[in-house]
């Protein structure tokens, strides 16, 4: 029932400031988050951030803090990743996620990957002169 579709990836220059777009179908949930992780090839997947319908607290992975912004449009039902300097070492699949929590969470900080339900395909951000 839950659906989430990736979008705003491709070709940047180093330096440049794409904002990929995470549309979610299913909705409205009572209670979830949603995270933006990203996996190249043979590697493990990694969290970069994620953001709850209930809080504004919007943690984010050590690599990225100062360059990706994650943010939401609860009217457009979707979730976005704001990624400026990129760097060729931000060259992956970058993917959206979202877990469903039952009850109210007082986490603050990101689920862990497991966690998540459902998973969108993925958009490829490659980063290149």
């Known amino acids: 029932q839950v659906q989430l579709v990736e979008s705003g990836g491709g070709l940047v220059q180093p330096g440049g400031s794409p904002r990929l777009s995470c549309v979610l179908s299913?909705?409205?949930?009572?209670?979830?988050?949603i995270g933006w992780f990203r996996q190249a090839p043979g590697k493990e997947r990694e969290g970069i951030s994620c953001?709850?319908?209930?809080?504004?607290?919007?943690p984010y992975r050590d690599s990225v803090k100062g360059r990706f912004t994650i943010s939401r449009d609860d009217d457009k039902n979707t979730v976005f990743l704001q990624m400026n300097s990129l760097k060729p070492e931000d060259t992956t699949v970058y993917y959206c996620?979202?877990?469903?929590?039952?009850?109210?969470?007082?986490?603050?900080?990101?689920?862990?990957?497991?966690?998540?339900?459902?998973w969108g395909q993925g958009t490829q951000v490659t980063v290149s002169a």
């Open positions: 953001i709850r319908n209930s809080d504004d607290t919007t």
């Open positions: 996620a979202i877990k469903i929590y039952v009850v109210a969470s007082d986490e603050t900080g990101c689920p862990p990957l497991w966690q998540y339900d459902y």
């Open positions: 299913g909705l409205p949930l009572d209670y979830y988050a």
